[in-house]
């Protein structure tokens, strides 16, 4: 569990959904971006791309980034792993045609306090299903997939495998209507005990930003394929 966890939560409040921050101009700039960069990740199995923003490859776009998001949440730093040179990733760019599975994107380091994430939709369709529910331990996908939960041996940066949060919170059944509207893609008993609170539509321009003690995973709702960038912060 996280060392500083008062400090954690004394940060913490509701998800916020910030409208027309980004126009279309700075829109195409960050999917230009997304296609200079080079590959991180293509994982077939799951049809993910994934590609880490790089320092240094749009200066203009660093610098616009960090300002509109101190604008929104104060002082912050980035928590984004590091590169090959040791230098600070900026944020994740992923490029997926599955739905992302639930799971807390709650840092490495348990020593550090972990602050908000964001999360910029670079295509229109899709959402993102935030639950009420945290988790204080490291980056963790949730599962009952008992192959997934016997991997052990994990590169840098990736995330844990585990059921734990079926024993943290209350036993309560799963919402069915909510199960099938928006999370088909999950079993609904890897949900037993969660409660939705934000679904986030995706939609150009805008920006979600919550915290990054929160479980939350795509909605099942794909059209072809969907582009974002998410970066992570501390204090």
Request: aromatic share 10%; charged share 35%.
């Amino acid at each position: 569990m996280h060392k500083n966890i008062d400090k954690i939560k004394k940060l913490e409040g509701p998800p916020k959904i910030i409208r027309n921050l980004f126009d279309n101009n700075e829109i195409k700039k960050f999917l230009n971006l997304y296609k200079n960069l080079p590959t991180t990740v293509h994982n077939k199995k799951q049809n993910v791309i994934k590609k880490r923003w790089l320092k240094n490859y749009n200066e203009e776009l660093e610098n616009l980034f960090y300002k509109k998001v101190k604008n929104e949440i104060g002082d912050f730093k980035m928590d984004n792993l590091k590169d090959e040179k040791n230098d600070d990733i900026l944020g994740l760019f992923q490029e997926s045609y599955n739905p992302i599975g639930l799971h807390v994107d709650a840092g490495f380091d348990l020593n550090e306090i972990i602050f908000k994430q964001t999360l910029i939709p670079l295509t229109s369709k899709g959402s993102t299903v935030i639950f009420k529910n945290r988790f204080y331990g490291n980056s963790t996908n949730f599962t009952i997939d008992e192959s997934e939960l016997k991997i052990k041996d994990l590169k840098y940066g990736q995330n844990i495998r585990s059921s734990e949060h079926l024993k943290m919170y209350e036993k309560k059944d799963f919402n069915k209507k909510e199960h099938e509207k928006y999370l088909k893609h999950e079993k609904i008993e890897n949900l037993a005990g969660l409660e939705i609170d934000v679904v986030y539509e995706w939609e150009l321009g805008s920006m979600l930003i919550f915290d990054r003690t929160r479980l939350h995973c795509s909605s099942s709702l794909i059209e072809g394929k969907k582009i974002g960038l998410t970066t992570f912060t501390k204090k």
